[in-house]
């Protein structure tokens, strides 16, 4: 119920909170949604392509397979003594 609601109110200016809450909470009808419009607005295809959206969007809208790399402690190194 909550999920047609929120696929209704899917628009270019909110894209990026309601994909990323159709991934967090794992919703698979407001993933399509969200998957069809990024396809089709040029603007959100240009922040996808520049990584410029939130970790999770970037996931939801990766290619099958292709990991993402998160923004968290990849880079920090284990001290060793």
């Known amino acids: 119920m909550l999920e ?8 270019s200016h909110n ?3 309601l994909a990323e ?3 967090v909470l794992e919703l698979p ?6 998957k069809l419009l990024a396809a089709a607005d040029v603007n959100i ?3 996808v ?6 970790p999770a969007v970037l996931e939801l809208l ?3 397979g292709v990991a993402v790399a998160s923004s968290g402690s990849t880079g920090k190194k284990r ?3």
């Open 15 to 17: 894209f990026e909170d």
């Open 45 to 47: 295809s240009k922040k």
């Open 21 to 23: 809450v159709a991934q």
């Open 49 to 54: 392509q520049e990584r410029r959206l939130r």
């Open 79 to 81: 001290r060793t003594f």
């Open 62 to 64: 990766a290619p099958p």
């Open 29 to 34: 009808a407001l993933r399509r949604a969200c």
């Open 4 to 11: 047609r609601a929120l696929t209704r109110q899917l628009e």
